[in-house]
Structures are given as C-alpha cells and as structure tokens.
C-alpha cells in the first residue's frame, strides 16, 4: 500500500526546459483525490517548491535545498524548519570568492540570496573547476557536491534529500516502506533509497536507474504519471 508519494520537480515532473508537465499534474491530483498525499522534494528553494506544491495541490508537505529544508503547513507553527546551520556553506562560499574571483559572481545561482542551507552555480562553469577551487578548503570533507542536471548544488554532508525526507514522514506517521519515490538525477538517490517503492522516470541517469525498483517506460512527467497509475492508483 502506498501511504504517500514523494517527488522531485526538475527532469522529473517538469521536462528538459522546466515546463511543468500536466500528465504529472493530473496523476498527482488523481493520487491526493484518493488520499495518497504527495511530497515535494527538490533541490529548489523553500518559496520555489511551496509555489509548486500549492500550484499542483499536493499536501504532505515538502523538501527543499536538497534536505536542507522542511515545510508542512500546519506543523513547526506554519514556520520554515531549516535541518542544518550553514556554517561550512558560508566559509566554502568565501573560499571560493578567493579562488574563483569575477567567476564566482558569474557562475552563482541568481536564487543564492534566498537559500537558507546551500549555495548553488548554474552549469556554465565546469564541476571540475569549483571542486578544484575546493581541494584546500579546510572543511572539504563536509560537504557534498550535486549535480542535479539543471544546476551544481553544494551542501553540508550532514543532510541530505532521504535524511530530511524520513524526517518529515516520522513526524506524520507515515512508514517509509510504504513512501513511492520518483526521480530523475543524482541528487535523488538519496532519497530513493530510503523509500520502500524507488521509481526512476525514463529520462534519469543510470545510476538512479540501477538502484531502483522500477524504470518508467516514459520520460518526465508522462514517467510520473505512469509510475502512479501502476504503483498508487
């Protein structure tokens, strides 16, 4: 039995250009209809995710800034729940001022000034370079670097999307083996391993795809939509 579905946004229920796809839209509405609530876990910023959670109707609350974040209408006084102190983040952001220089500025995500708990470069600088700028960062070892396919996340090594995501469902009551996840990228694993139902849509990466239990014939949000109907609905 499914309890509840938890979902990322970007190459998963949006297409390669982050147009939402309304096959996804209408799955998961079809799923909150016969009270299987969904949960937003994304990479995106709190206000980014809580438009997308409300815009589609999904209820069980979400996960943002790759587990950095949780929020739950309702719960922790309607108040945004950060899981981390961004301490490393911050001195790894000076540090890679220092190095980087003008590529800093010109690299970093423009949505930097609203995350809470990681700091994020969009894909026009090499993966290569910033964890280069990083090899003598003197907390390297606490932190994890994601690529999301749409963007270059860096996070404390202390959370993550399943750690949060588990959070989140415990204080619900709702068993993890009972949560399907769907996703599409390499920050998704951790959170498709802590669920008991691991969907990779179509288009994911093969690492995702190794790991879980079932491989979406279709892509994006069609891949949601059919993983739904099959497992959920």
Do not use: W
């Amino acid at each position: 039995m499914i309890e509840a579905i938890a979902v990322d946004i970007d190459g998963t229920i949006t297409d390669n250009e982050r147009r939402i796809c309304i096959s996804a839209i209408e799955a998961l509405r079809k799923a909150e209809n016969a009270n299987i609530p969904t949960i937003i876990v994304t990479g995106n910023v709190v206000n980014y995710a809580y438009a997308t959670e409300v815009l589609i109707g999904c209820s069980g609350g979400l996960v943002a800034e790759n587990g950095g974040v949780v929020f739950k209408e309702g719960e922790n006084n309607n108040a945004v729940e950060t899981m981390i102190q961004r301490d490393f983040i911050t001195s790894a952001e000076k540090h890679l001022k220092e190095k980087l220089g003008e590529k800093f500025s010109k690299h970093a995500s423009h949505d930097n000034m609203y995350r809470l708990t990681e700091t994020v470069f969009y894909k026009t600088i090499d993966l290569k370079e910033i964890k280069k700028a990083l090899t003598d960062f003197k907390y390297i070892d606490e932190l994890e670097i994601y690529d999301s396919g749409f963007a270059l996340h860096i996070t404390d090594k202390r959370i993550n999307k399943g750690s949060s995501l588990r959070y989140l469902c415990e204080r619900n009551n709702i068993n993890m083996k009972n949560v399907m996840a769907i996703g599409d990228s390499q920050n998704d694993e951790d959170f498709l391993k802590e669920a008991g139902v691991k969907i990779a849509v179509g288009n994911a990466e093969d690492k995702l795809k190794n790991i879980s239990d079932y491989v979406c014939k279709n892509q994006f949000g069609d891949g949601v939509a059919e993983a739904i109907e099959k497992f959920a609905l």
